[in-house]
């Protein structure tokens, strides 16, 4: 259907170390969305990606669709407490006259100072 | 700075009793705005949809009689727990797109809400 599936679940990692979170659907993606949501707090809109094979970067954040445009990454290099909190990939589709949002479970990324 | 702004942002009612959560979007004007809702340690799920001047669209397994939405205008939409029981205690949040037609945008969150029914 129009899920979304992301692993890991959960991730600890001493800081400095690299991060990585997938996501994949077995049907084909128009887009995918990806959001940051801190203990406590809201999804914070990080990045849309929406081209085959398409990578951008923010920082110490990379973003890659997959060329099938059935799965994407999200990886952190060298990460920091600030990294802390869940992360959440996300695909829009057409439903209900409006174009609604389903997010994965998300993986939850703990960093031991 | 914050596009959508939720009222409250926490909330603690008895059980039976009703609260009601407003979300509004602050520099735009949104036609349809989303209502989610998040356990402790699960994902956000679409409950419904809310549709300025018309009525809302409710996902599977979502009482439309017990979460009443009122989209009144294009920067409002409300949500009401009729009847709260201790196992809507959750956090409840509103999204928004600026650009209601494009699959492209991305929805902008309020802080949330978290009720507690005892």
């Known amino acids: 259907g129009q899920q979304v599936m992301q692993i890991p679940q959960y991730q600890h990692v001493q800081e400095g170390e690299d991060f990585t979170t997938y996501c994949n659907s077995s049907?084909?993606?128009?887009?995918i969305q990806w959001y940051k949501q801190r203990p406590g707090g809201h999804p914070v809109f990080l990045i849309q990606?929406?081209?085959?094979?398409e990578v951008k970067k923010q920082k110490r954040l990379t973003f890659q669709f997959g060329e099938a445009k059935k799965n994407s990454s999200l990886h952190i290099t060298a990460t920091q407490t600030t990294d802390v909190g869940t992360y959440f990939c996300?695909?829009?589709?057409?439903?209900?006259?409006?174009?609604?949002?389903?997010f994965g479970k998300g993986t939850k990324l703990s960093v031991i100072p | 700075g914050a596009v959508v702004s939720q009222h409250p942002s926490w909330v603690i009612c008895k059980s039976g009793t009703s609260v009601k959560i407003e979300c509004r979007s602050l520099?735009?004007?949104?036609?349809?705005m989303f209502w989610y809702r998040q356990f402790p340690k699960q994902s956000l799920m679409l409950m419904a949809t809310?549709?300025?001047?018309?009525?809302?669209?409710?996902e599977q397994g979502v009482e439309k009689d017990k979460f009443l939405i009122n989209h009144a205008s294009l920067t409002l939409s409300t949500l009401t727990v009729t009847s709260a029981h201790p196992e809507d205690s959750s956090f409840y949040i509103c999204?928004?797109?600026?650009?209601?037609?494009?699959?492209?945008?991305?929805?902008?969150f309020g802080n949330g809400t978290r009720l507690t029914v005892t």
């Open positions: 049907t084909t993606l128009s887009n």
């Open positions: 996300a695909r829009r589709y057409s439903g209900a006259g409006s174009y609604q949002l389903t």
């Open positions: 520099d735009f004007q949104a036609t349809t």
């Open positions: 809310s549709n300025e001047g018309s009525k809302a669209t409710y």
């Open positions: 990606l929406v081209k085959s094979g």
């Open positions: 999204s928004a797109a600026r650009q209601r037609n494009s699959y492209n945008s991305p929805l902008h």
